[in-house]
């Protein structure tokens, strides 16, 4: 199957800095990746959707100015923490789709924690 | 976007086969039905996906009844590395729309 990279696999940083994620399709071009966070023990949570050359779509409830997504080729987008805080400590997994046919291919993910 | 629900969690052992039920009582004609599997701290991998009748891979089998408003996953002689959670979706086949997770079935297998 396809293969889907996400880097960094773990992140420890300090309240109030800022985080960038990476998520890259090695041998498939994405024109659409999708950003997940997941809480302890529970289901995926669609953040938002990015792609190729234009704005993401965010999911209600995200703030767009708190994540910022960017997805500047059709193997990378990337996804920035902005001003972290304690509550954002979560697992952030990637997913790009390849073909039409809806098989979402997901990253390693990202687990993050803000002290 | 079509709503899934599967059991909360579910117990077999080893060498046993396994057959996870997922309702989609809202799905739609373009809609493809994918199954994922995910470990603790790792990201969803890919299992199988079908839109009707019967599909078969290396790792399992998926089912799909003709009014296609369910699905079973069915994993054959499952092992102690089978334990995780077990997601159902189902998608439009549109390119850049979203697949959303519902709960999941966390599956524990035991010797």
Sequence with gaps: GAVVSQHPSWVICKSGTSVKIECRSLDFQATTMFWYRQFPKQSLMLMATSNEGSKATYEQGVEKDKFLINHASLTLSTLTVTSAHPEDSSFYICSAIQGTNEKLFFGSGTQLSVL | ?111
Excluded at chain 2, 48 to 62: P, R
Excluded at chain 2, 65 to 94: E, H, I, N
Aim: charged letters at 15%; one cysteine or more; glycine letters at 8%.
């Design chain 2, 1 to 111: 976007l079509a709503k899934t629900t599967q059991p909360i969690s579910m117990d077999s052992y080893e060498g046993q086969e396994v057959n996870i039920t997922c309702s989609h009582n809202n799905i739609a004609t373009n809609d493809y039905i994918t199954w994922y599997q995910q470990f603790p701290s790792q990201g969803p991998r890919f299992i199988i996906q079908g839109y009707k009748t019967k599909v078969t891979n290396e790792v399992a089998s998926l089912f799909i009844p003709a009014d296609r408003k369910s699905s079973t996953l069915s994993l054959p002689r499952v092992s102690l590395s089978d334990t995780a959670v077990y997601y159902c979706l189902v998608g439009d086949g549109q390119a850049g729309t979203a697949l959303i997770f519902g709960k999941g079935t966390t599956l524990s297998v035991s010797s």
